[in-house]
């Protein structure tokens, strides 16, 4: 369908950049659904940045998704022309430290 989505990067902070089919860009926020259930795995990092795409859903490989309704529901646009100003990280999302 036309909102599927095309492209998903994980970025710092938990954030995810989307992109759907029908050209809607933005960064949706995964850090309030990481003390609920299934998300809970997606604290680890590295896990974290396994997100994929199967059948338009962002997914990773235990299962969990997110659909592309609540994706467009509750993300930051960037509008479908705008190129996203942000670094694409694959390394970890940046955590606050105990300074030493």
Do not use: C
């Not at 492209?7 to 710092?12: M, N, Y």
């Amino acid at each position: 369908m036309y909102w599927d989505v095309k492209t998903v990067k994980p970025l710092p902070d938990y954030r995810i950049y989307v992109e759907t089919e029908d050209g809607q860009k933005g960064i949706f926020d995964l850090k309030p659904y990481l003390d609920h259930g299934v998300f809970r795995e997606l604290r680890d990092v590295h896990y974290f940045n396994q997100a994929g795409i199967l059948f338009g859903a962002v997914t990773w490989p235990h299962e969990q998704d997110i659909a592309p309704e609540t994706l467009l529901a509750e993300m930051v646009p960037l509008g479908p022309n705008l190129a996203p100003d942000i670094e694409f990280e694959r390394d970890a999302p940046k955590t606050s430290r105990p300074s030493t």
